[in-house]
């Protein structure tokens, strides 16, 4: 398996515009998580899906977060307008029945 | 409520010494126990991982954790230390069992390593 793929790697963007982070969840996986590392908050888990089901959205900083996942294999972290202290780099990670989440190599987003 | 700590926020050692990176958690029940590691501009990757059994967990890279119940500590570590252990580490808890797999993240140990 390819593991976690994330796309794309790098963005940039200017703040007031509309950014879309994806992910392609390991198969089989059928929890999915999102989550955003800062140096200034550390590793914060935004929101998690249960069989495409979003189970906990409590992380989301606000309403100009959403998160989808249509099916299976493939999710979305749309960020509407951007802001500056939007910056981060944004992880997806997926797990099975054990708990053991696997991460991709992150989404790296600036926002001037 | 649920809580992981790990009181070092950054540790230097020299290349070949052993190293120990304290995790202590917080927790209603024996939880399942990760170890991660971040290289510079990567995702984490997990080092091991402690379910049930045997306390003493072997992973990559020649690291080892044991679990102490009574202290509710999962410590790691690696007797020789390589350059390439320069990263930064995270413990991590999650339930054993039950409904949902979200896992509670200490806020990560950087690791120098000199040579």
């Known amino acids: 398996d390819a593991g976690v793929i994330q796309s794309p790697r790098h963005e940039v963007t200017e703040m007031g515009q509309e950014v879309t982070l994806r992910c392609k969840p390991i198969?089989?996986?059928?929890?999915l998580f999102w989550y955003r590392q800062t140096m200034m908050r550390g590793l914060e888990l935004l929101i998690y899906?249960?069989?495409?089901?979003?189970?906990?959205d409590s992380g989301m900083p606000e309403d100009r977060f959403s998160a989808k996942m249509p099916n299976a294999s493939f999710s979305t972290l749309k960020i509407q307008p951007s802001e500056p202290r939007d910056s981060a780099v944004y992880f997806c990670a997926s797990s099975s029945y054990n708990n053991e989440q696997f991460f991709g190599p992150g989404t790296r987003l600036t926002v001037l | 409520a649920q809580s992981v700590t790990q009181p070092d926020i950054h540790i230097t050692v020299s290349e070949g010494a052993s190293l120990e990176l304290r995790c202590n958690y917080s927790?209603?029940?024996?939880?399942?126990l990760f170890w991660y590691v971040q290289s510079p501009g990567q995702g984490l990757q997990l080092l091991l991982k402690y379910f049930s059994g045997d306390t003493l967990v072997q992973g990559i890279k020649g690291f080892e954790a044991e679990f102490k119940r009574s202290q509710s500590s999962f410590n790691l570590r690696k007797p020789s230390v390589h350059w390439s252990d320069a990263a930064e580490y995270f413990c991590?808890?999650?339930?054993?069992?039950?409904?949902?797999?979200?896992?509670?993240f200490g806020t990560g140990t950087l690791l120098a390593v000199q040579p």
């Open positions: 991590a808890v999650g339930p054993n069992g039950g409904a949902t797999n979200k896992l509670i």
């Open positions: 927790y209603g029940a024996t939880p399942y």
């Open positions: 198969s089989g996986h059928d929890y």
């Open positions: 899906f249960n069989n495409n089901v979003p189970i906990d």
